[in-house]
T-cell receptor, first 109, second 111 residues
């Protein structure tokens, strides 16, 4: 079976840096994705890591270590609009994603 | 269209009634997925369509749930004899590569 673990909630202040960790156990692995979901909205794609290392996209970066079955999402220069839920998701089959339960990020002034 | 479109956006139904949810994927996206999200929870995979291949139905929770897709176009998810535990947001996504594009979902409330 598949299982993903991520913290349920993280709090931070504007301008800070926050890291959201994700560990996974899957029967197959093609890559790790991150999605952002604002309250009541649709999940939106942030990043995808198929190989070990850091991928940077603006203020957001994502890291993967396949040997440790571990990844993280790093958010820099936090803004109030970054308050949302963040989901890690593993691509373990040809195309289907298995999602974690999500981390709620609360950014305060 | 520009995005994934789902209808209705909200549906309130009585327990025991059937409901049909619709998803219009992005034109050209061969893959289409249905997920369910209960309040405060993660996304639970339901079913996956890829082109004209047989769908992956491994996530459907019971035989009350079924879905169809004609070619690479619209998909409908049908829930028969709805139960209160079916209350959730049903999300559709389409994909042509590594990232999914989700619709805004249908919020189903069974009373």
């Amino acid at each position: 079976g598949q299982s993903l673990e991520q913290p349920s909630e993280v709090t931070a202040v504007e301008g800070a840096i926050v890291q959201i960790n994700c560990t996974y156990q899957t029967s197959g692995f093609y890559g790790l994705s991150w999605y952002q979901q604002h309250d009541g909205g649709a999940p939106t794609f942030l990043s995808y890591n198929a190989l070990d290392g850091l991928e940077e996209t603006g203020r957001f970066s994502s890291f993967l270590s396949r040997s440790d079955s571990y990844g993280y999402l790093l958010l820099q220069e936090l803004q109030m609009k970054d308050s949302a839920s963040y989901f890690c998701a593993v691509k373990s089959g040809y195309s289907t994603l298995t999602f974690g339960k999500g981390t709620m990020l609360l950014v305060s002034p | 269209g520009a995005g994934v479109s789902q209808s209705p956006s909200n549906k309130v139904t009585e327990k025991g009634k059937d409901v049909e949810l619709r998803c219009d994927p992005i034109s050209g996206h061969t893959a289409l997925y249905w997920y369910r999200q209960r309040l405060g929870q993660g996304l639970e995979f339901l079913i996956y369509f890829q082109g004209n291949s047989a769908p992956d139905k491994s996530g459907l929770p019971s035989d009350r749930f079924s879905a169809e897709r004609t070619g690479e176009s619209v998909s409908t998810l049908t829930i028969q004899r709805t139960q209160q535990e079916d209350s959730a947001v049903y999300l559709c996504a389409s994909s042509s590569g590594d990232g999914y594009t989700f619709g805004s979902g249908t919020r189903l409330t069974v009373v």
